[in-house]
């Protein structure tokens, strides 16, 4: 007897809202329910199954850690963290590496490393200036900077010293920024709010205007990065350098894992004891991520997400053509939103999608989100089309 959605409602908080299919087990852009069928994954677990499910170099790498050591925590360092340490700061901006668990807790290191430079260099330089719209996590400390305030209602007394301004408002960012401010925090593309992609004359004028203000320029790249975009991280899409990179998601392919990328001379502020994780770093997370940016940094691997992005905007553009159900595409690499048409809903279509065997993601009311594995099969991105057809019949009715 297999155990039903129903115990979700008697034995969990009620704070999510899971559907009544429940996957069992998957094999690469597809997973089964518990009746065997079969579902084409467009949603990657959030941007987090980077190589879709049960990949064996993945499988190789947890199986074989598994074997020799799982945790030490970090009163000693270990093999597969410092490797993949060394990985990232090879292929990154970055000089110098903080690992945690999750994307909250790689922008609440960031946010940390942030306020406290800013008041070593000066008491009260430690605002902090950030998008509304923004996504940066769940603790206290990110639903304060991130800009949905539906978030961090009810929550209050929230940490304090934080302005939002509107995204992509070059005028904006200009008239908040002072020098007062300890660091300007964005996503290159609006994740969770719509697939919202940053112009690159934006984030050029805030990697200017937060030098000029002497604050970081923080890029949260928890949903952006590890491929996702075609580039390991969106910033060298853009071409332009933040002075501290939040990753997760997609950093461990499903194990979790997370990371905070900084210079030298800016982690130099976090010495011993001012910061901590007993996880961060955990052998198991770093052996598996360091496979993970094995098979991203792969020629092919890159060339399969720009061949992928095409064949998915192609079909989106033939479905949008035949159904009318959105009006625009936008997005990079296998990070996709469909901008549904008024009346539409994101949801009606999350549903219907999963009625017909695929399975998509809502980025807001009016966004259809798409993150397959960078992986996908041109045959399984083409199976995954051909059901959400089946879905925009139902939904257009
Ligand atoms: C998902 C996400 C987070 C939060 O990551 P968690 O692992 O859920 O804590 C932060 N920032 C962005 C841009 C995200 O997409």
Redesign the pocket.
Known sequence: MSISRDVFDTVMVPNYAPSAIIPVRGEGARWFDQNGRDYLDFAAG?AVNTLGHAHPALVAAITEQAQKLWHVSNVLTNEPALKLAQKLVANTFAERVFFCN????A?EAAFKLARRVGNLKDPGKNRIVACING????TLF?VSVGGQPKYAQSFEPLPGNIEHVPFNDVAALEAAMGPDVCAFVV?PIQ??SGVMPAAQAYLQRARELTTRHDALLIF?E??TGNGRTGHLYAYQHFGVVPDVL?T??GLGGGFPI?AMLTTDALAQTLQPGTHGSTYGGNPLGCAVAGAVLDEVLKPALQANVQARHRQLVAGLASLQHDFGLWTSVRGLGLLIGAVLAPGRTAASLVAAGLEAGVWMLQAGPEVLRFAPPLNITEAEMAEGLARLRVACKVVQG
């Open positions: 959030i999750s994307g909250a807790e922008n996504f940066h996590g769940r990110t996503e994740g969770e949260d928890v949903q939040s997760a998601k997370g």
